[in-house]
């Protein structure tokens, strides 16, 4: 909860308006907001207990309905509990005060953006694979990744399997979790942006698709003795070298563009046919000669070099993916129809 003295924000302007409003009518015009406008109106009323009056007045000052002059503006849980509740229904309301009550907690362990993999491991020793899991959860995927890959193979895949069979977390029980984290970490952590990551198979499948190749396999591997089905669930998520097959034209060449033609060489290495014809015929003619002169060159070339190959173009299309620059098409999801 905080007071508020300085300028509002503008969803801060509308949680004002909204909780100086009779509650039928604030619950008309908090219809009218999406999803997510109202996740974050309701966070703005859970945080603004009260606002200074002068900043309320010239907030209200800007919609024409209402003059409230040197109103004290008070929010609350109880305040977003009823406005939720009139707006959406009581199932609804419940499920938009979860959601932000959750990501509220969860942004509690942005500090650990800032800390080394090696340290944030130190913070997690002797913790419960349950307990890491909601850490790494939290943390951004790339991050998370290097931690996980510090792990022993044991410890490794306890966590990943934490990972993937996590429900939603208590609020309470986020809070608890970075509180202690921080009373540890307090000499050598330092904010930073934070992820809105939640547990779940594919958090999992993110941090292990920016894992190296040979952190992918042992990982995999181990989660196949542990629980079959789970792995199952994992690799049928994750992204693969011949995924290449599913991208449209356009993002084949976009994400070749970033792909240096040795590393292309060694990645086509036994490849099927299909993707090394879509990789081909969307090269230039000016780079599929520099291609076929690297795959002339090369000679025999370890497993392990393939993979890795492979999994760096895999990266670059994961990273274009989430930049929202190219779509890939999973197994699951429906064929578009001309």
Partial sequence: MTDTKSQLTGAQKVAVVLMNMDQQRAAQVM???SDEEADEITAEILRLRRVDPGVAEKALNEFHDITTRGAVTRGGRDIAVGLLEASFGAE?????????????AGKQFEFLDAVEPGQVQMLLAGELPQTSALVLAHLRADHASRILAGLDDQARTEVAHAI???????PDAVRVVADTLKQRASAVVAAR?????????QPLVDIINRADAGTEKALLEAL??????????????????????RLEARDVQQVLRGVDAAVLAVAMKGAPDAVAEVITTNLSERNREVLEDEIRILGPVRLSQVEDARAAIVRAIRDL???????????????YVE
């Fill in 193 to 201: 942006t934070s992820s809105d990551s939640v547990g779940g198979i």
């Fill in 321 to 335: 993916e989430a930049a929202g620059a190219i779509t890939v098409q999973r197994g699951d999801e429906d064929a």
């Fill in 92 to 104: 609804r309301a419940t499920g938009v005060l979860n959601r932000v009550a959750s990501s509220l």
């Fill in 31 to 33: 219809k009218q907001f």
């Fill in 224 to 245: 196949e003795q542990r629980d079959p089905a789970l792995a199952e669930e994992v690799r049928s998520r994750m992204l693969t070298f011949e995924d290449i097959v």
């Fill in 164 to 170: 993937a069979t996590m429900g939603s977390p208590s």
